[in-house]
């Protein structure tokens, strides 16, 4: 195994860390703490640490989707360092106001280099060399290198924007992204009318933004897109929503492939049990009635910001069988045909300011809503698919964002790494493989869950290769080769985010420290195809699973599961709440805990240094 604590008159070992979010954060928090005197650099082209949460991307107004309790790391509690309560709501400013001191009193901030922008990374023997372009006073282009390099740009950096000629319009043109340089701009009087394009969190804050504002709103939808998101309150009978998710009794009742399957799984998703079929199913139901119930609504506007409500009739579905067979009857899945088993766009909380947005959606007066595409746009006019032309003195496009990673390397080496290429630049004998890793992936998947062969739409074609990287981490070529020299974080759709960005740093320090070696894990990280087929059953489960997100991994209802995962990879339990619960009666507190107490970060205190003993004792009993 070998050290990365440098010695003698050797130079100390060199990474760069590409982000300063919450995933760049925890990683260089987390390689200090391995190796101190590592020479460690943040590179981050924003002005300050944070990343979607960074001073220039708040502004007023905006409130984090999860309460303070689950929006921390577990090495800085926000309530002892803010005084925050651990289910309150948080803005943005506090949030970037803990990662700032989370970033001092770990040692991180002084190592970051702000408004610097990593625009190429290339191999140079056997590091990387980044080629970076910062920004200020005057442009300077440089090039860093380093021994181990881990990318944390995450999939909120770079913006997805329709293909539409703008240049005409006379107005402003931005993106979501861009609302904590421009709302100053958007809620001055110099503009009356915005138009906002998009469905979902973001389009849902720039509404209220502007709206609130007193400003005239257009807010348009594709008819062919994936519809509004979901839209719901963030507490129900004064509980927040978050708690159920973030606790595992939930896990039961969600199709899964990251954990070992109970009987109890087995018995409401196999369809051979009549009774765990009907279960299963008043679950879901009773879960989208529970979610969207109280927004749903007839009301002209409002009714267009229902989640999608196309035809879902099902045929001799696995959804409903019984008995090992299937009846051949027609049945519709919950209310307005929809089910939140099937989430084809994204989740959205509505805070007391969006509860006020909602009330003016009913209204009309100040918020129009469309779903529809924009044709044009020329001089202060926008013209839109039904004909009508609306004006505008500002475009918001809330349309998401596109892939950064593969932009940073050649094309050559994003498909040796397992990075999304173009399908038609993709080498055939390697097309070929996956396909028929694919193949085999999807009869597994489909064997174990056959409710997902029969989705309510089909996604869209891709046009990208997916993401091919071990654990959404690591190249398999790269680890197999024993090369522990690059590692991706941040790449998971998730809503766990911190705690998630703790444990896969922790996972990736660990694989770039070759501390994995004797982890359970190591095996498999030996064996190019047998991580190939992992990615294979992951990259299928998602697909399938998830809709509307093939171009982004995505883990939102499985994240426990995820979490658990690495954990067992690293050789530590999983069962933070049961091991470190007091004796009782059979274990019955214990028992308790883990499966009806929400998971908070608090509850993973201590892992790093945890690791780090394991690998010690380890290290002993092999010299000894």
């Given at each position: 195994?070998?050290?990365?604590?440098?010695?003698?008159?050797?130079?100390?070992?060199?990474?760069?860390?590409?982000?300063a979010g919450w995933y760049g954060l925890a990683a260089a928090k987390?390689?200090?703490?391995?190796?101190?005197?590592?020479?460690?650099?943040?590179?981050?082209?924003?002005?300050?640490?944070?990343?979607?949460?960074?001073?220039?991307?708040?502004?007023?107004?905006?409130?984090?989707?999860?309460?303070?309790?689950?929006?921390?790391?577990?090495?800085?509690?926000?309530?002892?360092?803010?005084?925050?309560?651990?289910?309150?709501?948080?803005?943005?400013?506090?949030?970037?106001?803990?990662?700032?001191?989370?970033?001092?009193?770990?040692?991180?901030?002084?190592?970051?280099?702000?408004?610097?922008?990593?625009?190429?990374?290339?191999?140079?023997?056997?590091?990387?060399?980044?080629?970076?372009?910062?920004?200020?006073?005057?442009?300077?282009?440089?090039?860093?290198?380093?021994?181990?390099?881990?990318?944390?740009?995450?999939?909120?950096?770079?913006?997805?924007?329709?293909?539409?000629?703008?240049?005409?319009?006379?107005?402003?043109?931005?993106?979501?992204?861009?609302?904590?340089?421009?709302?100053?701009?958007?809620?001055?009087?110099?503009?009356?009318?915005?138009?906002?394009?998009?469905?979902?969190?973001?389009?849902?804050?720039?509404?209220?933004?502007?709206?609130?504002?007193?400003?005239?709103?257009?807010?348009?939808?594709?008819?062919?897109?994936?519809?509004?998101?979901?839209?719901?309150?963030?507490?129900?009978?004064?509980?927040?929503?978050?708690?159920?998710?973030?606790?595992?009794?939930?896990?039961?009742?969600?199709?899964?492939?990251?954990?070992?399957?109970?009987?109890?799984?087995?018995?409401?998703?196999?369809?051979?049990?009549?009774?765990?079929?009907?279960?299963?199913?008043?679950?879901?139901?009773?879960?989208?009635?529970?979610?969207?119930?109280?927004?749903?609504?007839?009301?002209?506007?409002?009714?267009?910001?229902?989640?999608?409500?196309?035809?879902?009739?099902?045929?001799?579905?696995?959804?409903?069988?019984?008995?090992?067979?299937?009846?051949?009857?027609?049945?519709?899945?919950?209310?307005?045909?929809?089910?939140?088993?099937?989430?084809?766009?994204?989740?959205?909380?509505?805070?007391?300011?969006?509860?006020?947005?909602?009330?003016?959606?009913?209204?009309?007066?100040?918020?129009?809503?469309?779903?529809?595409?924009?044709?044009?746009?020329?001089?202060?006019?926008?013209?839109?698919?039904?004909?009508?032309?609306?004006?505008?003195?500002?475009?918001?496009?809330?349309?998401?964002?596109?892939?950064?990673?593969?932009?940073?390397?050649?094309?050559?080496?994003?498909?040796?790494?397992?990075?999304?290429?173009?399908?038609?630049?993709?080498?055939?004998?390697?097309?070929?493989?996956?396909?028929?890793?694919?193949?085999?992936?999807?009869?597994?998947?489909?064997?174990?869950?056959?409710?997902?062969?029969?989705?309510?739409?089909?996604?869209?074609?891709?046009?990208?290769?997916?993401?091919?990287?071990?654990?959404?981490?690591?190249?398999?070529?790269?680890?197999?080769?024993?090369?522990?020299?690059?590692?991706?974080?941040?790449?998971?759709?998730?809503?766990?985010?911190?705690?998630?960005?703790?444990?896969?740093?922790?996972?990736?320090?660990?694989?770039l420290t070759d501390k994995l070696t004797d982890a359970p894990v190591?095996?498999?990280?030996?064996?190019?195809?047998?991580?190939?087929?992992?990615?294979?059953?992951?990259?299928?489960?998602?697909?399938?699973?998830?809709?509307?997100?093939?171009?982004?991994?995505?883990?939102?209802?499985?994240?426990?599961?995820?979490?658990?995962?690495?954990?067992?990879?690293?050789?530590?339990?999983?069962?933070?709440?049961?091991?470190?619960?007091?004796?009782?009666?059979?274990?019955?507190?214990?028992?308790?805990?883990?499966?009806?107490?929400?998971?908070?970060?608090?509850?993973?205190?201590?892992?790093?240094?945890?690791?780090?003993?394991?690998?010690?004792?380890?290290?002993?009993?092999?010299?000894?």
């Amino acid at each position: 195994m070998s050290d990365s604590t440098s010695s003698g008159s050797s130079p100390p070992l060199s990474v760069i860390v590409i982000g300063a979010g919450w995933y760049g954060l925890a990683a260089a928090k987390t390689y200090l703490q391995f190796d101190p005197s590592v020479s460690l650099t943040v590179v981050d082209a924003d002005s300050s640490v944070g990343g979607v949460w960074g001073s220039s991307r708040i502004y007023p107004g905006l409130i984090a989707d999860s309460p303070a309790g689950l929006f921390e790391f577990s090495d800085m509690r926000m309530s002892q360092e803010l005084g925050v309560d651990e289910w309150a709501d948080i803005t943005g400013q506090t949030v970037q106001q803990y990662l700032e001191l989370y970033a001092r009193k770990f040692g991180v901030l002084k190592r970051c280099m702000f408004n610097t922008q990593a625009v190429k990374v290339e191999r140079d023997g056997a590091g990387w060399n980044v080629h970076v372009k910062s920004s200020g006073a005057s442009v300077k282009q440089e090039v860093l290198h380093c021994d181990k390099l881990i990318v944390a740009t995450g999939v909120t950096s770079k913006p997805c924007l329709p293909n539409l000629n703008t240049s005409k319009f006379l107005g402003k043109v931005l993106h979501s992204k861009d609302l904590g340089r421009w709302h100053h701009f958007l809620t001055s009087p110099a503009v009356k009318n915005v138009t906002v394009v998009g469905g979902n969190k973001s389009a849902v804050e720039t509404v209220t933004l502007c709206a609130m504002a007193g400003k005239t709103v257009t807010w348009l939808m594709r008819k062919e897109g994936k519809g509004p998101g979901i839209l719901f309150t963030t507490r129900r009978n004064g509980k927040h929503r978050a708690a159920d998710g973030a606790s595992r009794w939930s896990s039961v009742f969600r199709p899964g492939i990251y954990a070992t399957r109970s009987r109890l799984h087995l018995f409401l998703y196999s369809g051979k049990y009549s009774l765990g079929t009907w279960l299963r199913e008043k679950f879901w139901k009773f879960l989208t009635k529970s979610t969207i119930r109280d927004k749903r609504s007839t009301q002209k506007n409002r009714k267009l910001l229902n989640p999608e409500t196309e035809e879902y009739v099902i045929t001799q579905s696995f959804l409903f069988c019984a008995g090992g067979g299937c009846s051949n009857r027609l049945i519709k899945l919950t209310i307005g045909n929809y089910s939140f088993f099937w989430p084809t766009s994204g989740v959205s909380f509505l805070h007391d300011t969006e509860e006020e947005l909602m009330k003016l959606v009913d209204d009309g007066s100040l918020i129009h809503i469309f779903r529809e595409s924009i044709v044009s746009m020329s001089e202060n006019s926008i013209y839109i698919s039904d004909g009508q032309v609306i004006e505008a003195d500002a475009v918001v496009f809330a349309t998401g964002w596109s892939s950064t990673h593969s932009a940073l390397f050649d094309q050559k080496t994003a498909a040796e790494l397992g990075l999304p290429i173009p399908l038609v630049e993709e080498n055939p004998a390697e097309a070929s493989h996956w396909r028929e890793l694919q193949k085999a992936a999807e009869k597994t998947v489909l064997d174990l869950y056959p409710v997902l062969r029969d989705p309510p739409r089909q996604p869209p074609p891709r046009k990208t290769s997916p993401y091919r990287l071990f654990r959404t981490m690591v190249s398999p070529k790269l680890a197999a080769a024993h090369d522990y020299s690059l590692a991706f974080v941040g790449l998971v759709s998730n809503n766990q985010v911190s705690t998630h960005a703790e444990i896969s740093a922790l996972w990736t320090v660990a694989y770039l420290t070759d501390k994995l070696t004797d982890a359970p894990v190591g095996a498999l990280l030996d064996d190019a195809e047998k991580m190939n087929v992992d990615v294979a059953a992951m990259t299928t489960f998602m697909e399938k699973r998830y809709l509307g997100r093939k171009d982004i991994p995505d883990v939102a209802m499985e994240i426990q599961d995820y979490v658990d995962l690495m954990m067992r990879d690293m050789g530590l339990r999983a069962d933070r709440k049961r091991m470190k619960a007091p004796p009782s009666w059979f274990g019955y507190q214990a028992w308790k805990a883990e499966w009806f107490t929400p998971y908070m970060p608090r509850d993973y205190s201590g892992v790093v240094v945890e690791f780090l003993k394991r690998c010690k004792t380890l290290s002993g009993s092999k010299t000894g």
